[in-house]
């Protein structure tokens, strides 16, 4: 195949294209994320932990009162001692980056209590607003109140009136506190159940709970996340609600079904399969691997192509690259391209295992880095009969030499130095680094590129909560060694569809591959459209769609 030009934008209203399957309109913000490991890390007495957290917490947006809020509620969870020792270490911190020259914002303070009515009947008004309950007459004499008056009478008295009455705080940052304390120490699942219902109450949505476990997984303790995990779940059925948010329904007779596999290096990798409108059970059908580009989660536009690609007669997979997402790979978020390659492989063996599915018209579609390790996978992995890229990312090149090659040499062995010390940290016990590929915040200087992946990964339009895109400092060495072209010859006589956007400031990374790779190829422009467009934007995938149809119905018979 040769070259292709300009297409016309043709299909759209036909294709019926939408937004992203499950973009998340409740997504905690940064300052949300840094009050759950904030108090979690305070009540595990976790010092050197928190120390960055609060740091963290500051230039997220918290105020130096909201933080010594948080610090001193969190010690009807946790005692006193905890709650002293992470006031001090707070202290510690805000000397050091007054020294520093940095001016924090100390915000407004608590308003004085005015309310002179008896202290237990304002705590049980307080409590019953949190519950949205009719709070009871008299005082509570069951349970641990019959057998314990005294601790009803601190509960009511100190806690839901002196501590929840303080209005630096609301009430649902005040749970969230609560919540994330509880799942820091374990063990109180039972507390733990009681706080995520008044969590629900008082405006915590059961994504905000998810994420909240989420980052309780990956900063604190995975045992305790997995403890937290049936909790909410059996809290949300109590209540009628769905325990699972990551498998969507049924979309345009589109069946969805979780599904988990394990890859080469013991990694349990979570997706979701996608079967066609009138799925045939006795029928094998051809299947795509979609997979998602870097940081991203197979929720974002990984999961809508895998999504879009089943409405035209194929059984999709998109999937959670090991060390992200739903997918195991401990530590979590490092960038391991060798882990990335074999995810894909690992994809095919489900896949080639699959009653329904014809083994040999298996293809894949890799998007932004997805597309680079898709390319890499297929060149040793003979199974995969067809590769198709959106965007491609070469995320070896592209750590080396910079978006647009502006990285020079020397600065490349600069930053191989600094990657040596933080490791020789890391190992001796110093926190670890990690690097925000997308920002949380715009800045006057941000270019229009950081601007778009902006507009999608911290937006509802794409965000999700399984997507933080961070990564660790570390891994920038490993993706350096990545060459994901070095023999892309060798897939022919399979071929090779590459989709850019024709404004798109990494079609070069498309053209390179194109370039080297032997026939059948073709490079494919979709006109007007950026790198970012063709994740989900309707006008552009009505240009896409078709023709991943057409090349895929060619190439897998």
């Not at 994320?33 to 963290?56: N, W, Y």
């Not at 492989?345 to 293809?363: Q, Y």
């Amino acid at each position: 195949m040769k070259r292709i030009g300009l297409y016309i934008v043709i299909g759209i209203t036909l294709l019926g294209i939408s937004g992203n399957i499950n973009a998340q309109n409740n997504m905690l913000d940064k300052k949300q994320e840094k009050t759950v490991t904030i108090s979690a890390f305070t009540a595990r007495g976790d010092l050197d932990k928190l120390r960055p957290e609060l740091a963290a917490g500051l230039e997220a947006g918290l105020t130096v009162n909201e933080i010594k809020e948080v610090l001193v509620h969190l010690y009807a969870y946790s005692g006193f001692p905890r709650s002293l020792r992470g006031l001090q270490t707070f202290m510690s911190v805000l000397d050091e980056r007054k020294s520093a020259g940095i001016t924090d914002n100390w915000g407004r303070e608590a308003s004085p209590i005015t309310d002179t009515r008896d202290k237990y009947e304002r705590g049980k008004e307080i409590l019953a607003e949190l519950s949205g309950a009719t709070p009871p007459a008299g005082r509570a004499t069951a349970g641990y109140a019959g057998f314990s008056p005294e601790i009803e009478t601190f509960l009511k008295e100190h806690l839901f009136s002196d501590i929840f009455e303080r209005d630096v705080l609301t009430y649902a940052q005040r749970e969230m506190v609560t919540v994330s304390v509880l799942m820091g120490i374990g063990g109180v699942e039972p507390m733990l159940n009681s706080h995520m219902n008044l969590s629900l109450n008082v405006g915590i949505t059961p994504d905000q709970l998810r994420q909240m476990i989420h980052i309780i997984e990956v900063n604190v303790s995975k045992e305790n996340a997995d403890a937290a995990k049936p909790v909410l779940a059996e809290l949300l059925r109590s209540k009628g609600l769905s325990a699972d948010a990551n498998t969507p329904a049924p979309i345009n007779g589109v069946q969805i079904e979780k599904v988990s596999f394990t890859n080469r290096f013991s990694n349990n990798v979570v997706g979701n399969l996608h079967f066609p409108p009138n799925y045939d059970i006795n029928k094998k059908y051809p299947a795509i691997v979609v997979g998602h580009p870097f940081g991203g989660v197979k929720e974002q536009t990984s999961g809508l192509h895998a999504r879009k690609m089943a409405e035209l007669g194929y059984i999709t997979l998109a999937f959670d690259a090991s060390h992200y997402g739903e997918s195991g790979g401990y530590p979590r978020y490092i960038e391991s391209p060798e882990a990335r390659v074999e995810d894909f492989s690992a994809a095919v063996d489900f896949l080639s295992n699959h009653d329904n599915v014809n083994a040999d018209a298996i293809g894949v579609i890799g998007i932004c880095g997805g597309g680079g390790y898709s390319v890499s996978a297929a060149q040793i992995d003979h199974r995969i009969k067809a590769v198709a890229t959106i965007s491609m990312y070469d995320m070896g090149r592209a750590r080396r030499q910079g978006l647009g090659d502006v990285i020079t040499f020397d600065q490349r062995m600069k930053t191989l130095d600094d990657i040596g010390e933080q490791r020789t940290k890391e190992f001796h016990g110093e926190a670890r680094k990690d690097i925000a590929a997308i920002p949380t915040v715009l800045s006057p200087d941000d270019t229009e590129n950081t601007r778009e992946f902006f507009d999608y990964y911290r937006t509802p339009r794409g965000g999700h909560a399984n997507s933080t895109t961070s990564y660790s400092y570390t891994s920038l060495a490993p993706m350096m060694n990545f060459f994901p072209f070095a023999q892309i010859e060798t897939i022919s006589p399979r071929p090779l569809l590459f989709i850019v956007g024709e404004r798109a400031v990494s079609a070069y990374f498309s053209e390179d591959a194109y370039s080297k790779a032997s026939e059948p190829k073709e490079l494919f422009v979709v006109p007007g459209a950026s790198h970012v467009d063709l994740y989900d934007r309707p006008e552009y995938m009505g240009v896409s769609l078709p023709k991943l149809d057409s090349f895929f119905k060619q190439y897998l018979k």
